[in-house]
């Protein structure tokens, strides 16, 4: 990801590089003026010692010095079209750098917006996950005390029916006399019983 810092850097590096181009290309104005100065000496001089054969020896001097002083000037263009070239091709490259930090940048920044929003997702389906399993859990409970209620209800009336029962058989075997079929243990028996 391509900080603020390094962005500033990247705009400060390509300001510089814009500024050496401008004094480059001033200088190749400058050099081509005096080009064109030096060849406009050159034509005075050639057509003057046409018409001047006294002051020849003096001008072939000239002519030669400015045929020299053409080739240093020329040497120094091609020097400096060359050292543009180089700058222009190093300013495309920190602009081509730029650019794919920049795209990196974004990318990145995509990839983690996609990342929360996945995380934020997961996040959600747990919870919904969790709550779906606690309310199956809590219908199966609910269902579970519903129908342990009903048996509950269901045996204490049977175990109400059932006393009553063996206390009407208790009052029946002692109502009855004592010749009669039915001996004393046998309503012992009946009178023993517990009830839980």
């Known amino acids: 990801m391509i900080s603020k810092e390094q962005n500033i850097k990247l705009n400060l590096l390509i300001d510089d590089r814009n500024k050496e181009m401008n004094k480059i290309n001033a200088c190749i104005k400058t050099t081509q003026e005096n080009l064109v100065k030096t060849e406009e000496k050159l034509q005075k001089s050639y057509k003057a010692n046409q018409k ?28 400096l079209l060359k050292e543009r070239h180089n700058k222009l091709e190093e300013l495309h490259s920190v ?10 940048n974004e990318q990145l920044i995509f990839e983690n917006q996609a990342a929360k929003r996945e ?11 969790v709550k779906s399993k606690y309310e ?6 609910l269902d579970k ?3 342990l209620t009903l048996d509950l209800d269901k045996e204490m ?16 075997f002692a109502s009855l006399p004592t010749d009669h079929a039915v001996n004393g243990d046998m309503v012992n028996d ?6 839980y």
């Open 52 to 79: 001047l054969d006294i002051r020849c020896e003096s001008l072939q001097k000239s002519l030669s010095e400015a045929y020299k002083s053409i080739k240093e000037v020329k040497k120094e263009l091609r020097h």
């Open 95 to 104: 602009r081509i750098q730029r650019d794919k930090l920049m795209l990196q």
């Open 119 to 129: 995380k934020e997702q997961e996040k959600c389906l747990s919870i919904e996950n």
């Open 136 to 141: 199956t859990e809590m219908s199966k409970l």
């Open 145 to 147: 005390i519903n129908t």
């Open 157 to 172: 009336s049977d175990h109400g029916k059932t006393k009553k029962g063996l206390e009407h058989l208790r009052k029946h």
């Open 190 to 195: 009946v009178q023993k019983i517990t009830f």
